[in-house]
């Protein structure tokens, strides 16, 4: 039944609607069946002599292809109409129902957007599904989506385990080696797995995704992985239909690049022939389960219909190469192979054609009819969960005094009972207290273990938490965001370091796109909770340059849902650390850590030997609360500078100078929480001051003073004076030169003499 292109094509097949092209292609196929089928065969014997599908499996099979090339029709119908909203649909894909059938609805599984037959077939091994409807409140964006709760048409579910992402172009591959690696772990340390310990992740992909950089990265890891003899049990799947939207894959470049890679177990399966793609594809999973390696699996796809409704191939693609995709359509395969078998005959196999159809225009117009999302708070509620009571208490709670004892080496060790100390000791015993109170915390990143970080921050932590609790990572911030990613799914609380501030900037989109989106368009069924830490900003003096200088966090002031905590003194950090784990732990919140380098060794203030930035170490129970910021002289009104970090210090040694040039009281206010900005708290500390100083050691544009400004003007402050004292646009030069780009305490006085000669 795979027809040969007519010639000449005739007029119908020449349509800009490809859609109606391939339904009428279908309907005649059927219709125009001559052959002389088999006696019908038991539901347990072979589909077709040789294959390993049984003519029961394949029946179902049959239709979940059927189901999903419907629901792609009607979505073009209803998209006119403006009653559905997104079709990128999934015909020339349906082959991927053989890997639902293959694979157990505890297999994790990060979809390809092509994936309608794989919802439909995976949701047959759970009572009460029904992917129709599902399928058609998602394309209405009701707000009785189950996937999204109408916020975005995603391949999503909870019970099928099926996480929803927007991201197709590779962005997914990381978390989805993450989640192989984090059932390992789990395993090891005797941690709950929310899956079976013999689960394997499923991550599908297109052939134009393959060749991405963040794909490349996820298949260097797990190869990186499995060549050390580490259990990768992911399964890659690369639904290979030769185009990326309208650039061609060359021929033979899947098999060419994929089939000989060490660690990295490849095999072909047929996705347009249900009875010889089974037995390939059941293959491939059975090898990934029982090796626990990873495994990729190219499948072979066409794809029809174009790239999206929007995309009329006609216009683009040779007619004749358009026609012969088509005559590829995998439904034509399996009608033939379901008349050819005497499983069904045509007027059965059309019947099930137009019931679906039916089924899935009934179910779309009641989906039109389901509420849709009203408010901008519906629309935001999953983004950024917030328990206060829930979070404190969680933060407060100290783990019991016998074991932290035990952790420490004894009651005379125990860090509040030590003499005050700087930044990176404090963040250090912190860290210990986490990983005691949290057995499901790790901590990973590059030289975290045996060197105990570039600032010896992790120090010590290998040797008492061992190396499945702190380990190294290869070289690749991506990796070490999407492991992250891959923990959190599986019930740990992952604690990665970036190295530098610099060095997120290649990985952003593994938070941007992916851990704080999560939540999002999961309707927050799915959450991604940690805790990264990231060294950075600026005044390294005599080190660095830019890329260990970096002194610019305008990136993830732009990501919802992500909370960044910036300390500047070493109980704060302690404290901040303790509330950040538990708004990871309790609301599933992925927070950052931001840890200023130049402050981890100071321990003067004013004058060298004073002592005066080295504190005690908080009691157990102590905690910071979300937004709160810490106010030096809070009665003082002449002067008030909101700053943070770096710029903390700076300001109470220049509130001395001007005190002193000026007679001026002055408040110093360490915003501490730099995302969200509390504008609540900011605008109650301006409302008794007379003068605002913004003091950011970030750039000028895009900088977290440009919030604080924003948010004195919205509170109704815009009268006050105000200055801001910020770094250059520029990228940091070496040596002392960088100190030209950044605040001095010099700038922040005459800053304040400026403010002096307003009237």
Not at 185 to 198: T, V
């Amino acid at each position: 039944m795979f027809a040969v292109v007519p010639d000449p094509i005739p007029a119908r097949m020449r349509g800009l609607n490809r859609a109606e092209v391939c339904d009428v292609n279908f309907l005649e196929a059927v219709r125009a069946w001559r052959g002389i089928p088999r006696p019908r065969p038991v539901p347990d014997a072979p589909i077709l002599p040789g294959s390993t599908l049984t003519a029961a499996a394949f029946g179902e099979l049959f239709e979940s292809q059927l189901l999903s090339r419907q629901l792609d029709l009607m979505a073009r119908v209803l998209r006119v109409q403006n009653k559905v909203f997104y079709t990128i649909g999934s015909s020339g894909h349906e082959g991927n129902a053989l890997l639902a059938r293959a694979c157990r609805h505890t297999d994790p599984a990060f979809l390809h957007y092509r994936s309608g037959a794989f919802m439909a077939e995976r949701a047959r091994l759970v009572p009460g599904m029904d992917p129709v409807r599902d399928a058609a409140l998602s394309f209405a964006a009701s707000a009785d989506d189950p996937a999204s709760g109408g916020r975005h048409k995603v391949w999503g579910s909870k019970p099928l385990w099926v996480l929803p992402q927007t991201s197709t172009i590779a962005s997914h591959l990381p978390k989805a080696v993450g989640t192989a690696l984090a059932i390992e772990s789990g395993r090891r340390l005797s941690q709950p797995l929310p899956i079976p310990a013999d689960s394997i992740v499923m991550c599908s992909f297109g052939d134009a995704s393959a060749n991405h950089a963040t794909a490349q990265t996820a298949f260097n890891t797990a190869m990186w992985s499995a060549y050390q003899k580490l259990p990768v049990p992911i399964l890659f799947v690369c639904e290979d239909n030769g185009l990326g939207i309208s650039v061609k894959t060359p021929e033979g470049w899947i098999a060419e690049r994929f089939s000989r890679q060490p660690g990295l177990d490849y095999f072909f399966a047929d996705g347009l022939d249900l009875a010889a793609g089974h037995a390939q594809v059941q293959a491939a999973v059975e090898h990934c389960r029982r090796m626990r390696r990873p495994t990729f699996l190219h499948l072979r796809t066409t794809r029809l219909m174009g790239h999206a409704g929007t995309d009329f191939e006609v216009e683009w693609r040779a007619l004749a190469e358009l026609c012969a995709a088509e005559a590829q359509d995998p439904l034509l395969r399996s009608a033939q192979i379901a008349l050819e078998s005497g499983w069904m005959d045509a007027a059965g196999v059309e019947a099930a054609y137009e019931t679906l159809r039916a089924r899935c225009m009934a179910a779309a117009i009641d989906a039109d009819s389901r509420p849709k999302l009203q408010t901008l708070q519906e629309v935001v509620t999953p983004l950024a969960p917030y328990t206060p009571a829930a979070v404190q208490a969680e933060a407060e709670r100290v783990a019991p005094i016998e074991a932290r004892q035990a952790l420490y080496g004894g009651a005379d060790a125990l860090p509040e009972r030590q003499p005050p100390r700087h930044l990176a000791i404090q963040i250090n015993h912190a860290l210990q207290e986490l990983l005691g109170k949290y057995p499901q915390a790790l901590l990973f990143g590059e030289d975290v273990a045996q060197k105990g970080g570039v600032y010896t921050v992790t120090r010590d932590l290998l040797r008492r938490f061992g190396p499945r609790r702190v380990f190294n990572t290869l070289l690749d911030e991506t990796m070490i965001l999407g492991m992250a990613q891959g923990l959190a799914n599986m019930g740990m609380l992952p604690i990665p370091e970036i190295q530098y501030l610099a060095y997120l900037h290649n990985a952003i989109d593994q938070v941007r796109g992916e851990a704080c989106s999560l939540q999002f368009f999961s309707n927050d069924q799915f959450r991604n909770p940690m805790l990264v830490r990231v060294a950075g900003l600026g005044y390294q003096k005599g080190f660095g340059g830019h890329f260990h200088n970096d002194n610019s966090i305008t990136a993830l002031r732009d990501i919802p849902g992500l909370v960044v905590g910036c300390p500047s003194r070493g109980d704060d950090a302690v404290m901040m650390l303790r509330t950040l784990a538990a708004l990871a732990r309790v609301d599933g919140r992925v927070a950052v850590f931001l840890e200023p380098i130049a402050l981890y060794m100071t321990k003067d203030l004013h004058a060298a030997g004073d002592g005066q930035w080295l504190f005690d170490y908080p009691a157990p129970g102590q905690a910071l609360v979300l937004g709160e910021g810490r106010v030096y002289a809070p009665d003082a009104g002449d002067l008030l500078i909101f700053t943070y970090g770096n710029g903390v210090p700076m300001a109470l040694r220049a509130a001395v100078a001007i005190e002193q040039q000026l007679g001026w009281q002055v408040r110093v206010v360490d915003l501490r929480w730099l995302v969200p900005l509390n504008a609540a708290f900011i605008g109650a500390q301006a409302a008794t001051a007379q003068r605002v100083l913004v003091l950011d050691e970030g750039r000028q544009s895009g900088g977290v003073g440009e919030g604080v400004i924003t948010a004195l003007v919205e509170a109704g402050h815009g009268h006050l004076p105000v200055r801001r004292v910020c770094g250059a646009d520029t990228y940091t030069p070496l040596a002392g030169a960088a100190m030209f780009g950044l605040p001095s305490d010099n700038a922040v006085i005459g800053a304040a003499l400026d403010l002096a000669q307003e009237p």
